[in-house]
C-alpha cells in the first residue's frame, strides 16, 4: 500500500489462478488436471490512523566499532500518534544499545501529529567481521491511538550504511640489511581515508628469525585523509642468516568511532638482505719498502656500508721483519661509499727477506645508531725491497753496523782497562 495514499474504501479487482483434478480413473491410471482463473472485486478500507516512514539513518560506524546513529521518522498517517515508542533489532552483527533478538532496544519518541518528523539517537556496534554494505534494521512502532487504545503499526525495516573502513598502504620500502650488520627498513606510509587519524601506530613483523627488530610499534603522526608520512625501523640481522629476500608483515592501530581500538592490515612486504662483505675496502698505489729503511705510505679507505660510519680509528699492527712507528690513523665521518686517506709508516730490517710481507688492521667505528664496533682484522700487503750488496748497503745499514761496531770494542776497552788495575 503507498504511504501516501488517502484514508477510505477501495474497490479492488483481484484475479485469482489456480489448478484443480478434474478427473482421476484408478482403473487407467490417469489422473486429469487443469488450470482456471476467477476475478473477484473486494473492498479494501484504508483507516484513519497514523502510520510510520524511516526517511534516514546516519552514522559513520565502522565494523568492530560502536558509534551513535540517527534515526528520523516521520508520521505519514492521518491521525496523531500518542506516546510512541521504537522497538529495534539489528540484522547479523548489528547491535543496537546493546540489545538481542530477545531484548529488543526500545525508544520513547512521544507524540507525532501527521506529517511531523522527530529524530532520535541510539548507539550502534557492528562486529569486526561484519562486510560491507547496508544493514537492516527492524523497528516496530507501537502508540495510543486519539481514544487512548494501544496499537502497533506495521513493522519497517530501515537500512543502516556503515561509515567505509579506514585503510592505509605502504611505498617505497628501502632497506640497508647485510648478513652480520645493522641496518634500517624505511619507507611511506599512506592515510588513504576516509577520515583524518591523530594516534595511529604502525606495527611490523618480521617473518624470519633472523631479522632482529627491538621496536616494532612506530607512532606515526596525525595523518589527515590522503596525506603521507615516512617510517624507519632499526634492523639487526643475523651473522648465520643467507642472504635473500625477507617477508614483512604491517599493519596499522589506530582508533576508530566511539574510542574502539581498530586495526587495518596485514599488509605483506618484502625486503633483501644482502650477503656479509667487508666494512671498508683499502686500496694503495703499491707499498715498498727496502731492506733496513723507513717509509710512509697513504692508504685509501672506502665505506662501503649503506649507512654513514663516523669516529673512525684505524690501528696497524706488524710483525717481525716489519716495525711502525706511525701506527694510528683517525677520520670523522665517512658517507657511504666517501673515501678518505690514511697515512702510516713502516721499517724493513736490514736482513728482511725481499718478499710481500702482511701488516695487519683494524676499525673502531660509531654506526649511526651511535653504536661503538670493532671491525674484524683487514691484512694488506708491504713489499720489501732487496738492496744491492755492491755499494756497501744503505746508509742506515752501513750505520748501525758502524755503532754496533764501536759499541763492542769500547765494551772490551773498559773490560780490558778494569782488568788492567
Given at each position: 500500500?503507498?504511504?501516501?495514499?488517502?484514508?477510505g474504501?477501495?474497490?479492488?479487482?483481484v484475479?485469482?489462478?489456480?489448478?484443480?483434478?478434474?478427473?482421476v480413473?484408478?482403473?487407467?491410471g490417469?489422473?486429469?488436471?487443469?488450470?482456471?482463473?476467477?476475478?473477484?472485486?473486494?473492498?479494501?478500507?484504508?483507516?484513519?490512523?497514523?502510520?510510520?516512514?524511516?526517511?534516514?539513518?546516519?552514522?559513520?560506524?565502522?565494523?568492530?566499532?560502536s558509534?551513535?546513529?540517527?534515526?528520523?521518522?516521520?508520521?505519514?498517517?492521518t491521525?496523531?500518534?500518542?506516546v510512541?515508542?521504537?522497538?529495534?533489532?539489528?540484522?547479523?552483527?548489528?547491535?543496537?544499545?546493546?540489545?538481542?533478538?530477545?531484548?529488543?532496544?526500545?525508544?520513547?519518541?512521544?507524540?507525532?501529529?501527521?506529517?511531523?518528523?522527530?529524530?532520535?539517537g541510539?548507539?550502534?556496534?557492528?562486529?569486526?567481521?561484519?562486510?560491507?554494505?547496508?544493514?537492516?534494521?527492524?523497528?516496530?512502532?507501537?502508540?495510543?491511538?486519539?481514544?487512548?487504545?494501544?496499537?502497533?503499526?506495521?513493522?519497517?525495516?530501515?537500512?543502516?550504511?556503515?561509515?567505509?573502513?579506514?585503510?592505509?598502504?605502504?611505498?617505497?620500502?628501502e632497506?640497508?640489511?647485510?648478513?652480520?650488520?645493522?641496518?634500517?627498513?624505511?619507507?611511506?606510509?599512506?592515510?588513504?581515508?576516509?577520515?583524518?587519524?591523530?594516534?595511529?601506530?604502525?606495527?611490523?613483523?618480521p617473518?624470519?628469525?633472523?631479522?632482529?627488530?627491538?621496536?616494532?610499534?612506530?607512532?606515526?603522526?596525525?595523518?589527515?585523509?590522503?596525506?603521507?608520512?615516512?617510517?624507519?625501523?632499526?634492523?639487526?640481522?643475523?651473522?648465520?642468516?643467507?642472504?635473500?629476500?625477507?617477508?614483512?608483515?604491517?599493519s596499522?592501530?589506530?582508533?576508530?568511532?566511539?574510542?574502539?581500538?581498530?586495526?587495518?592490515?596485514?599488509?605483506?612486504?618484502?625486503?633483501?638482505?644482502?650477503?656479509?662483505?667487508?666494512?671498508f675496502?683499502?686500496?694503495?698505489d703499491?707499498?715498498?719498502?727496502p731492506?733496513?729503511?723507513?717509509?710512509?705510505?697513504?692508504?685509501?679507505?672506502?665505506?662501503?656500508?649503506q649507512?654513514?660510519?663516523?669516529?673512525?680509528d684505524?690501528?696497524?699492527?706488524?710483525?717481525?721483519?716489519?716495525?711502525?712507528?706511525?701506527?694510528?690513523?683517525?677520520?670523522?665521518?665517512?658517507?657511504?661509499?666517501?673515501?678518505?686517506?690514511?697515512?702510516?709508516?713502516?721499517?724493513?730490517?736490514?736482513?728482511?727477506?725481499?718478499?710481500?710481507?702482511?701488516?695487519?688492521?683494524?676499525?673502531?667505528?660509531e654506526?649511526?645508531?651511535?653504536?661503538?664496533?670493532?671491525?674484524?682484522?683487514?691484512?694488506h700487503?708491504?713489499?720489501?725491497?732487496?738492496?744491492?750488496?755492491?755499494?756497501?748497503?744503505?746508509?742506515?745499514?752501513?750505520?748501525?753496523?758502524?755503532?754496533?761496531a764501536?759499541?763492542?770494542?769500547?765494551?772490551?776497552?773498559?773490560?780490558?782497562?778494569?782488568?788492567?788495575?
Amino acid at each position: 500500500m503507498p504511504n501516501d495514499i488517502e484514508p477510505g474504501e477501495y474497490d479492488v479487482s483481484v484475479r485469482v489462478r489456480y489448478a484443480y483434478t478434474s478427473m482421476v480413473s484408478d482403473r487407467a491410471g490417469v489422473t486429469q488436471r487443469q488450470t482456471a482463473s476467477e476475478t473477484h472485486d473486494v473492498t479494501v478500507v484504508v483507516p484513519d490512523e497514523p502510520r510510520f516512514d524511516i526517511t534516514d539513518v546516519k552514522t559513520d560506524v565502522e565494523p568492530g566499532a560502536s558509534s551513535p546513529a540517527t534515526i528520523e521518522v516521520t508520521n505519514t498517517g492521518t491521525e496523531q500518534a500518542n506516546v510512541t515508542r521504537a522497538t529495534m533489532t539489528g540484522g547479523t552483527g548489528v547491535t543496537i544499545d546493546g540489545s538481542t533478538p530477545e531484548a529488543p532496544a526500545e525508544e520513547l519518541i512521544g507524540d507525532l501529529e501527521p506529517n511531523e518528523s522527530t529524530t532520535f539517537g541510539v548507539d550502534v556496534a557492528l562486529d569486526t567481521a561484519l562486510s560491507g554494505g547496508e544493514k537492516p534494521l527492524d523497528i516496530q512502532f507501537s502508540y495510543r491511538d486519539s481514544s487512548g487504545i494501544e496499537r502497533e503499526s506495521q513493522s519497517k525495516t530501515a537500512s543502516l550504511v556503515p561509515a567505509s573502513e579506514q585503510s592505509f598502504s605502504i611505498d617505497n620500502l628501502e632497506d640497508t640489511l647485510a648478513v652480520g650488520y645493522d641496518g634500517e627498513i624505511t619507507g611511506e606510509l599512506t592515510n588513504d581515508g576516509p577520515r583524518a587519524v591523530d594516534d595511529a601506530v604502525l606495527i611490523v613483523e618480521p617473518m624470519s628469525e633472523s631479522l632482529f627488530i627491538e621496536d616494532t610499534r612506530y607512532a606515526l603522526p596525525e595523518l589527515d585523509a590522503g596525506e603521507t608520512t615516512t617510517f624507519r625501523y632499526p634492523t639487526d640481522v643475523s651473522g648465520q642468516a643467507d642472504e635473500g629476500p625477507r617477508q614483512l608483515r604491517f599493519s596499522v592501530e589506530y582508533t576508530g568511532s566511539g574510542d574502539a581500538t581498530l586495526e587495518d592490515g596485514p599488509i605483506s612486504e618484502r625486503v633483501f638482505v644482502d650477503p656479509q662483505h667487508d666494512e671498508f675496502s683499502l686500496t694503495d698505489d703499491g707499498i715498498s719498502v727496502p731492506q733496513g729503511e723507513q717509509t710512509s705510505f697513504d692508504l685509501v679507505i672506502t665505506n662501503e656500508r649503506q649507512e654513514m660510519l663516523s669516529n673512525i680509528d684505524a690501528k696497524l699492527y706488524t710483525d717481525s721483519p716489519l716495525q711502525t712507528s706511525n701506527d694510528e690513523a683517525f677520520v670523522s665521518e665517512l658517507e657511504p661509499g666517501e673515501s678518505a686517506t690514511m697515512t702510516f709508516d713502516v721499517a724493513a730490517s736490514a736482513d728482511a727477506p725481499a718478499e710481500t710481507h702482511p701488516v695487519e688492521l683494524d676499525f673502531e667505528y660509531e654506526t649511526e645508531r651511535g653504536e661503538t664496533t670493532i671491525s674484524d682484522v683487514y691484512q694488506h700487503p708491504i713489499d720489501v725491497e732487496a738492496v744491492d750488496s755492491d755499494d756497501g748497503g744503505s746508509f742506515i745499514g752501513s750505520a748501525v753496523g758502524l755503532m754496533a761496531a764501536l759499541t763492542a770494542v769500547g765494551l772490551g776497552l773498559g773490560f780490558w782497562w778494569r782488568a788492567r788495575e
